[in-house]
């Protein structure tokens, strides 16, 4: 269920230079790379890690900009989990619907305890600029 794991950074570049040499161990690269944020893996494969610049702008620190994301196979998954977690004391942190124009797919929440949280698939990439309802950092 779980499709791969966010961890805060205050030095992109730094954190970079550290998983790229660790994911090429697991014979994976870079799959997706935003001034914030950078994720290795593959698309379809084992579950992936990232590294992410917080969304809220503070810094990161155990626990600020980590994240677990649950992947699901449809973008009706990802609003059908995101509703449930909204209808059951959850709080919403970024609405489903599309990241940038790769294909990402994913709505962002919190449990009632603060753990952050998100439903995601890949959809067919878009030709257009791409909408960008939070970065989910």
Known sequence: MIGYVTLGTNDLARAATFYDAIAAHFGVGRMMEFDSFIAWGEYGGAPGIAATMPFDGERATVGNGVM??????????????????????????????????????????????????????????????????????
Do not use: Q, W
């Not at 989990?81 to 209808?87: E, M, P, S, V």
């Not at 919190?110 to 753990?115: K, L, V, Y």
């Not at 439903?119 to 990439?125: D, F, Q, R």
């Open 68 to 137: 677990v994301a649950l992947e699901v196979k449809t973008p009706d998954l990802v609003h059908a989990i995101h509703a449930a977690a909204l209808a059951h004391g959850g709080t919403c942190e970024g609405e489903p619907g599309p990241r940038g124009n790769d294909g990402f797919y994913a709505a962002y929440f919190r449990d009632p305890d603060g753990n952050k949280l998100n439903a995601y698939c890949m959809v067919a990439p878009s030709d257009g600029a791409g909408a960008a309802a939070g970065d989910g950092s």
